[in-house]
């Protein structure tokens, strides 16, 4: 039996015809933070002046001058303005009622928990900006943040808001060579790990890689480790290493904040691009506060008393902008948790929402693919009835997978916010305000108020409804990155010499006949069969549609006669049926064929039990291309698991005979 019935399947297909918008109810609606739907007109008629109302929400050690200087495509924004990010995200929040409230409530992997109040942050923080400071961190410095999911890689972050310094923060996935290249790349003064980090009841060596990346940087002078694992960890000694707590012990819990300008980098965060080396994405002040608070406060819909849960790693501009930022910015609970969904069991994310009273809950497809996967008896268990509101992230959410997350973790009473963004836009661009705007199962809907984004063709003209084309943004937004570290000729190329004066966002996109925005994926990924240009993303999700599959790369592979070939990589859902393989791929062949028309029917299918994806959870489809072209694989820094790609190799090579 799939873990999805045939009946159940019945019903989902059904609802997804009968019902395909999902207005906000008259209760949502009337409570929503974003109740007014003159908001968009407002902002659309003077977004200087929307952008000057909203960051009234920040608090300002200097007033701004100007709102916006638009050069493009350099913007700087709030010019003449000072503040500072940890200010905003802890010493207000002490001055008044939500002093003694929890600003992050932790849960480890093995189950222990934590509560540290913003009282207790803030101290912790100016303690750490203390601990930085004598270890020689100044205004103005780069440092490095290479640790997992514990409530230190959040007070590390604010240390260096605090003083000035901006992190990067290196994904505790990544491997020592990625460190490395980053540290370099970002000419990082020092840097802060940890001994090892829980994943599924294993350690991740996270000092030893740390240990082995600064083999060669000798611009790294000191380190700092946090024990979080102690003997569990193979003993590691990196010179001029400090030990977290015993120099937190001695540090003073003052620390006052630094004044910063509202163009002051805040952060780089590195994110790869298809080809060449990994970007440090520079994100600044005031306009990233104000893009993550603002954004985090109207589509989460959040209240004073929620717990709110982002469950993506901090690594990520997601755990950026929407676990610490943006959050802590608005005074929020948030709940941080260290390990993985399937430890113990796989009910584990069910099991923290009813643990901790969760309301808003942002997780991503492919996640809730994975629970798709594992089956709805495991969140019928348990009880979610705290759940209010559903963010989606990082991938376009297919609609089966929409519906599914609707009605068996929402129980069809929880709005589900698709949100569409960039490490490089800072915040959420595209989403739908949840009491304003009726839901698409499978479309972000449309543009937050002061956002402006089009769909063009080749030629620079917008689509009409049902086009594809290329998504951009047509007017700077103040959470917009600034640059690419260190190569700005390299920003100006990338982002915005295709269409001058707009924002070239990579990804594929159409509109409907209402207006509203359908994502189809990275541009690189489209493929071209007998001149038809076809999104990999459709014909993933008409996979997806079948009810034994689980999830679906799709790739085109290079073909003489048609340009290219279409070849589907498949994971099935767990079943107890044995595998008929030829007759399944001869019945998906032919329900892609249906569904979406025979120019799109897969050339190949291949079953899988993994798919190549990112930590966050992003298929790698330009390394199946590699393996579909028999090429050496390109960059597999940023993958999860780089044993799934070599077993797919083989498995591969091994079918086509190679
Ligand atoms: C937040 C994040 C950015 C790329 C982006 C898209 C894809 C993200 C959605 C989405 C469709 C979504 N930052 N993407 N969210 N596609 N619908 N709701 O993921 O820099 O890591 O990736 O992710 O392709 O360009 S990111």
Not at 385 to 407: C, F
Not at 552 to 564: E, F, N, W
Request: charged share 25%; hydrophobic share 40%; net charge negative.
């Amino acid at each position: 039996m799939s873990a999805v019935p045939e009946p159940e399947q019945q019903r989902l297909d059904a609802l997804l015809v009968e019902k395909r918008l999902f207005p906000p109810t008259a209760e949502f609606s009337a409570r929503a933070n974003a109740h007014d739907p003159g908001i968009y007109a407002r902002a659309d008629a003077d977004p200087e002046g929307f952008w000057a109302e909203m960051a009234e929400g920040l608090r300002w050690m200097r007033p701004y001058e100007r709102v916006l200087e638009w050069d493009p495509p350099h913007a700087r924004w709030f010019l003449g303005g000072r503040l500072n990010v940890a200010d905003n995200c802890l010493d207000r929040h002490c001055e008044g009622p939500r002093r003694n409230k929890a600003a992050i409530i932790w849960e480890g992997e093995a189950g222990d928990t934590r509560t540290l109040t913003y009282q207790q942050l803030r101290d912790d923080v100016a303690r750490c900006a203390n601990v930085l400071r004598s270890l020689g961190v100044a205004r103005g410095d780069r440092v490095a943040i290479y640790m997992g999911m514990v409530p230190e890689t959040v007070v590390a972050m604010l240390a260096c808001t605090r003083i000035g310094a901006a992190h990067t923060v290196v994904f505790g996935g990544f491997s020592a060579d990625a460190l490395r290249e980053r540290i370099r790349d970002a000419g990082c003064k020092l840097l802060i790990t940890q001994d090892g980090a829980w994943r599924r009841g294993r350690v991740v060596p996270l000092k030893a890689s740390a240990r082995d990346a600064l083999q060669g940087v000798p611009g790294v002078a000191r380190t700092l480790v946090l024990r979080r694992v102690g003997d569990r960890a193979e003993p590691v000694t990196i010179p001029g290493e400090v030990d977290w707590h015993e120099a937190m012990t001695g540090a003073s819990p003052l620390c006052p904040c630094e004044p910063m300008d509202a163009e002051d980098m805040l952060y780089i965060l590195y994110t790869s691009g298809t080809t060449g080396k990994p970007k440090g994405i520079v994100h600044t002040t005031a306009g990233y506060l104000l893009g993550a608070s603002l954004t985090h406060r109207l589509v989460f819909d959040l209240k004073e008393d929620d717990v709110y849960w982002c469950a993506a790693d901090i690594g990520w501009v997601t755990g950026h902008s929407y676990i610490v930022y943006g959050p802590l910015a608005n005074g929020a609970t948030v709940l941080m948790y260290e390990g993985t969904p399937d430890f113990p069991e796989r009910d584990r994310h069910w099991r923290i929402i009813d643990r901790h009273g969760v309301n808003i809950y942002y997780t991503a497809p492919t996640t809730i693919r994975t629970f798709m996967r594992w089956g709805a008896d495991l969140p019928a268990r348990a009880d979610l009835g705290t759940l209010r509101v559903l963010g989606s992230v990082g991938e376009p959410i297919n609609p089966e997978a929409w519906m599914w997350y609707h009605e068996h973790v929402g129980r069809g009473r929880c709005p589900v916010v698709d949100t569409w963004w960039q490490t490089e836009t800072g915040a959420i661009m595209i989403a739908p305000l949840p009491g304003l705007v009726a839901t698409k199962p499978g479309s972000a809907t449309r543009p937050l108020p002061g956002v402006a984004a089009e769909v063009l063709d080749e030629g620079g003209q917008p689509v009409g409804p049902g086009g594809g084309g290329n998504l951009v943004l047509t007017r700077p937004w103040p959470s917009m990155m600034r640059t690419i570290f260190g190569d700005d000729d390299r920003y100006v190329r990338q982002y915005w010499s295709r269409y001058p004066g707009r924002y070239l966002t990579g990804d594929g996109a159409k509109r409907d006949e209402d207006g509203y925005f359908w994502l189809l994926g990275r541009v690189d990924d489209v493929m071209n069969v007998s001149g038809h240009r076809l999104s990999t993303y459709e014909i993933e999700s008409a996979l997806v549609d079948h009810p034994r599959v689980a999830e679906s790369a799709v790739i085109g592979r290079h073909d003489d006669l048609k340009g290219q070939a279409v070849a589907a990589f498949v994971t099935l859902k767990e079943s107890s049926e044995a595998l008929s393989g030829e007759a399944l791929k001869s019945e998906l062949r032919a329900h892609v064929a249906q569904k979406i028309g025979p120019i799109a029917r897969p050339d190949e299918v291949y079953f899988t039990a993994e798919l190549p994806k990112t930590r966050s959870g992003k298929i790698m489809r330009r390394l199946l291309r590699d393996i579909a072209e028999g090429r050496a694989l390109g960059d597999t820094t940023t993958l999860a698991d780089p044993a799934v790609v070599q077993h797919l190799k083989e498995q591969y090579e091994e079918s086509e005979g190679a």
